[in-house]
């Protein structure tokens, strides 16, 4: 059964250094999205992606967020500077075109960032 | 503003029990609802979406009431591995890139 994929599964760095987490979605997905859970709280919503641009995202996605596909696979959300409160589970996400009505999102399995 | 509110857990049942999830949405435009299933220190994985005419899914069944915005997930003899954080989830629209709004779910403990 395909499924998305993402490295590192756990990321440690020290506060003001840049991350760049990676997804593989689904090979004939075309909607691509990241969410973040902070320990304890609910899932949500950062960002979605669709064509080579971004779609729709969240007041948490400010400027030291950036999301790119550099080749036909792989995903990644960069924070350019992370602080403390960026410590979270971020996960990937990605649905079949518009043709799904119901819009299903599959997750990868997460990366957990830890922000020292 | 509380988009997707879920019962407060955890709900400790016996198995072979029945339990029921329930959850509540604001957003009156949402189109498209779900439950997922998250294990401790896992990404969601869904579980059912949820039809207008509701829907079952062997012990599963899922049940939406769009004038009261108000879905539901009732699981028949349940199952230790039934254990998890069950998400109520919504988006806005049919169309494919709309995010999902979730709810904060509910813990689950099947006890045996």
């Known amino acids: 059964e395909p499924e998305v994929t993402q490295t590192p599964s756990h990321q440690v760095t020290q506060m003001g250094q840049e991350v760049i987490l990676r997804c593989v979605p689904i090979?004939?997905?075309?909607?691509f999205y990241w969410y973040r859970q902070i320990l304890g709280q609910k899932v949500e919503f950062l960002v979605s992606?669709?064509?080579?641009?971004?779609?729709?995202k969240s007041e948490i996605f400010d400027d030291q967020f950036s999301v790119e596909r550099p080749d036909g696979s792989n995903f990644t959300l960069k924070i350019r500077s992370t602080k403390l409160e960026d410590s979270a589970m971020y996960f990937c996400?990605?649905?079949?075109?518009?043709?799904?009505?119901?819009?299903?999102?599959?997750f990868g399995p997460g990366t957990r960032l830890t922000v020292l | 503003r509380k988009e997707v509110e879920q019962d407060p857990g955890p709900f400790n049942v016996p198995e072979g029990a029945t339990v029921a999830f329930n959850c509540t949405y604001s957003n009156s435009a949402s189109q498209s609802f779900f439950w997922y299933r998250q294990d401790c220190r896992k990404e969601p994985k869904l579980l059912m979406s949820v039809y207008s005419s509701g829907n079952e899914d062997g012990r599963f069944t899922a049940q939406l009431n769009r004038a009261s915005q108000y879905i539901s997930l009732l699981i028949r003899d349940s199952k230790l591995s039934d254990s998890a954080t069950y998400l109520c989830?919504?988006?806005?629209?049919?169309?494919?890139?709309?995010?999902?709004?979730f709810g904060k779910g509910t813990r689950l403990s099947v006890i045996a």
């Open positions: 996400a990605s649905s079949l075109d518009r043709a799904s009505r119901y819009n299903e999102q599959f």
């Open positions: 090979s004939n997905h075309l909607y």
């Open positions: 992606f669709y064509n080579n641009e971004i779609s729709e």
């Open positions: 989830v919504v988006n806005a629209a049919n169309s494919g890139n709309t995010p999902l709004v």
